[in-house]
């Protein structure tokens, strides 16, 4: 089976861990680091063979396009990240549907193609902000990949769907991948609970999850891997959160890579075969499928 591998191409200063220390207006003093540590991803995923989605927020895109061209030339797919990273929940539909276009255009301007999926900053589209969904459909998306279905204290959705599925507004959710035990759904696949649980624990439940037949969704940023990283003045939870775990992580996404099947979202999930997309818009091509 084919898993999805996903990147949220964003800086050490975009995470909301870090918005206190280092709000949006003092985003454009910050030294620039994605770059980089996204070009070091696209090595490895070219050393392994693996396409990948790489979900842009539209802020970096503006500032780095030759990264948007060089990941879409190598057969990854171009997906959207919001232009602002502010969460989906804490803004007025007016203004999501403003970040999210304003984002989609700066993309699909560089990519040259058409961006059908979205990644909500913070997995931020809860299971009852059909509103967003509905905006989402209504600005061109097919797919939102924007839902972890867990109890945290800072994002997740407790009452958010495990499984994928297709809204009222006929939009595709693909969920990150949890590791279901007593009737909780607990974090295996990405980020955070890569760099800092145990090994063997993620291993486990990641291994639990691909036995129950969908596709992975498995999600880092680049940050991840930068050690090097400028240690901000935020609060000791936040560190702990952001600077836990960076050193080991290109070497734990790696033996993911060893060991499961990665594709791009579209390809993982079959998008083009879930939705009527192929039929309604053939001149769009399917080449990056
Ligand atoms: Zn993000």
Same mark, same amino acid.
């Given at each position: 089976m084919l898993n999805a591998f996903t990147i949220d191409v964003e800086d050490y200063f975009h995470t909301e861990a870090m918005s206190a220390a280092v709000p949006a207006n003092k985003w454009a003093g910050m030294e620039l680091r994605v770059e980089r540590n996204t070009w070091k991803l696209l090595e490895l995923l070219e050393r392994r063979g693996v396409k990948a989605t790489l979900f842009f927020l539209g802020w970096v895109a503006e500032r780095c396009p030759q990264l948007v061209q060089a990941a879409a030339a190598a057969g990854h797919e171009v997906g959207c990240h919001s232009y602002s990273h502010r969460p989906v929940?804490?803004?007025?539909?007016?203004?999501?549907?403003?970040?999210? $276009? $304003? !984002?989609?255009?700066?993309?699909?301007?560089? !990519?040259?193609?058409?961006? $059908?999926?979205?990644? !909500?900053?913070?997995?931020?589209? &809860?299971?009852?902000?059909? #509103? !967003?969904?509905?905006?989402?459909?209504e600005e061109g998306f097919i797919y939102s990949s924007s839902s972890h279905p867990i109890r945290h204290a800072n994002y997740g959705d407790r009452l958010g769907m495990r499984l994928p599925y297709r809204d009222?507004?006929?939009?595709w959710e693909f969920p990150m991948t949890t590791w279901r035990v007593l009737g909780q759904n607990l974090p295996v696949?990405?980020?955070?609970?890569?760099?800092?649980? =145990?090994?063997?624990?993620?291993? &486990?439940?990641?291994?639990r999850a691909a036995a129950a037949g969908e596709p992975l969704?498995?999600?880092?940023?680049? #940050?991840?891997?930068?050690?090097?990283? =400028?240690?901000?003045?935020?609060? #000791? $939870?936040?560190?702990l959160r952001q600077y836990t775990g960076l050193q080991g992580m290109l070497g734990r996404v790696e033996s993911l890579l060893e060991r499961y099947a990665f594709g791009t979202v579209a390809r993982a999930y079959r998008v083009a075969e879930r939705s009527s997309w192929n039929q309604k818009s053939t001149a769009m091509g399917s080449a990056i499928l």
């Open positions: 929940y804490r803004l007025t539909p007016q203004e999501f549907r403003e970040d999210t $276009r $304003r !984002a989609k255009d700066v993309l699909e301007t560089i !990519a040259g193609h058409r961006v $059908r999926g979205y990644r !909500a900053p913070s997995f931020s589209i &809860l299971q009852n902000m059909e #509103w !967003a969904r509905h905006i989402l459909v009222s507004n006929g939009l696949s990405g980020g955070a609970y890569l760099r800092i649980l =145990p090994a063997s624990y993620t291993a &486990l439940g990641l291994r969704m498995v999600y880092l940023h680049p #940050w991840e891997i930068d050690e090097n990283q =400028p240690r901000l003045n935020a609060g #000791w $939870r936040s560190c």
